[in-house]
């Protein structure tokens, strides 16, 4: 899938795992600043945390940007991160009638 249609990644307690390991030493504080967000949703994340989305029954998200933010702050892509291969030119399809 295009990276340009994806808006949010359902997040998991496993991704939330792996973002810890590959956090490593480094404080949440400090790839939180790194990564262009707050050391709270560092924290969510990586604990499969988020109370707003838990109240609405849905499953809990991340932004694509804040994903984007993350993983170039470790010096992973998001594809290794997400153990998924993207589409990088979808073949354009022609118009509905």
Known sequence: MSRT????VWWTKEMGERLKILRGEESMASLAKRA???YQ???HLERGEYTVEE?????PSVSWEKLEGICKALNISV???LQVQL??????LPPLT
Do not use: M, T, Y
């Open 5 to 8: 249609l994806i808006a949010s």
């Open 36 to 38: 262009g967000c707050s």
């Open 41 to 43: 949703s560092i924290q």
């Open 55 to 59: 109240r609405k029954s849905l499953k």
């Open 79 to 81: 594809e290794d991160f």
């Open 87 to 92: 589409v990088k030119n979808p073949k354009k």
